[in-house]
DNA sequence: CGGAATCCTCTTCGATACTG
DNA sequence: CAGTATCGAAGAGGATTCCG
């Protein structure tokens, strides 16, 4: 039975590919970038993936200590999956892979699926780009009515960002629209101001402060139109 | 016949997956990463893979704009293929992925194959890490007798590194060593002191100033063991 | 409800042989 | 040398069932 199938290779792309290359497993490793997820979560973020193929995919992942089952606090108390450190280090991955793949993204095909969680890795990924000199803070995104939060901490070279979902207990600014909206704006199709203006994205709290900031943040974070 | 396997997600990263996401098509853009190729070549640097889907890889990536086919110049001639724009763009993902993968390199396995190449894509993919202040300049590596230049560039942010196969016509320094040598460097598991002392690992030309050299590039771009 | 196991069909892979 | 053709083996994927 599948003594693991390997390219034999000893070069460091192929080993990475041996843990992460095959079919499913980096989206599974998407949907669990942004927090823990119960079984049923992934396979609702996962269309298609069938049961067997995801048990096997978390079973072989936990055994390479890419991720780890645990139990959430009461009172939640659900058994969920999530990444470990190892696993959270794949984030420059999924990041490079999400902003290659923004040019294919055009507009949602007949038949395509389509997550809020989705939408947040996109906003994740234009993030980061420009070096020092952005505006750290959190930022929490209501993308089709689900809650999200990026932190933006000013680290050493560019920036670090987080995305997690849930809200945030202190946002510096609150962000709400829907999944598609947010996606043509991450693509570059959509410009910040086009999508405020339409109230395809709305600023809740100080509308005018707030407004100005999201602007001014857009702007650096995401920059000149489709890079 | 083959309609095209897409995850029918509205997502940047299912989006990048369904064209690169497929077995053996990420480590066909490495090969080519380091330059134009021959399809005997590529078989060479991929093996097992089989000639159909070699054969059939390529015509997918033609077909989607990553991958031209071309004509050397003469006296060569031969046919090659190589990466176009679009496909050079997928560098961040492949240094993403061989960054990862580093932690897994070990020692060679029984029955892995090892190339020259992909140790000049690991030496490649461990620059350009720290920010600014590297140090410019066209690196020629000899591995296992075959040639690779890396040109490191003082770009904006971080550096700006080129890897191609071949000879540099104006090093600034040449190194010589074997490909597990090198490896082992760029995995941190073994200190580019301990190598040159050693001797697995050489500076050419004039010794004593070269050596210097290159001990404080490695020292700068590969930094503290291990990440 | 969470997930493992089974069964069956279909596609893809991988190795070799064959052709322009 | 550059592919195409072929065919057995392995993996994907959908449904359904069983177990805690």
């Known amino acids: 039975m599948g003594e693991k199938r390997s390219y034999g290779q000893y ?5 990475a590919l041996d843990v992460v290359g095959e079919r499913w497993t980096l989206l599974l490793v998407r949907e669990l970038s ?8 992934l396979l609702e973020g996962l269309p298609g993936i069938g049961t067997n193929l995801l048990a096997n995919r978390l079973k072989t992942l936990e055994g390479e200590g890419v991720v780890r089952r ?10 969920v999956y ?8 794949l984030e420059p991955v999924i990041v490079a892979l999400s902003r290659w793949g923004t040019r294919f ?10 997550r809020a969680g989705w939408a947040a890795v996109a906003m994740r990924s234009v993030l980061g780009q ?3 000199g952005g505006r ?5 995104f209501r993308i089709d009515g689900e809650a999200f939060h990026l932190r933006v901490g000013a680290g ?5 960002v987080e995305t997690r979902q849930g809200s945030a207990p202190d946002p510096d600014l609150v962000v709400v629209g829907d999944a598609e909206t947010f996606l043509a704006v991450a693509s570059g199709r959509l410009g910040p101001e086009e999508a405020l203006e339409s109230g395809a994205i709305r600023v809740e709290g100080e509308r005018d402060e707030g407004q100005e900031a999201l602007l001014a943040w857009y702007r650096h974070a995401i920059g000149p139109p489709a890079a």
């Open 105 to 114: 993204l055009s507009v949602p095909r007949e038949d395509d699926d389509l």
């Open 156 to 160: 050493e070279e560019g920036e670090r």
């Open 136 to 140: 750290p803070g959190t930022y929490e």
């Open 70 to 79: 645990a139990t959430l606090p009461p009172p939640a108390g659900s058994n």
């Open 82 to 89: 999530e990444l470990t450190a190892l696993g959270r280090s």
């Open 130 to 132: 420009g070096a020092a």
């Open 11 to 15: 070069c460091t792309v192929a080993r």
């Open 34 to 41: 942004t927090g823990p997820k119960r079984f049923k979560d």
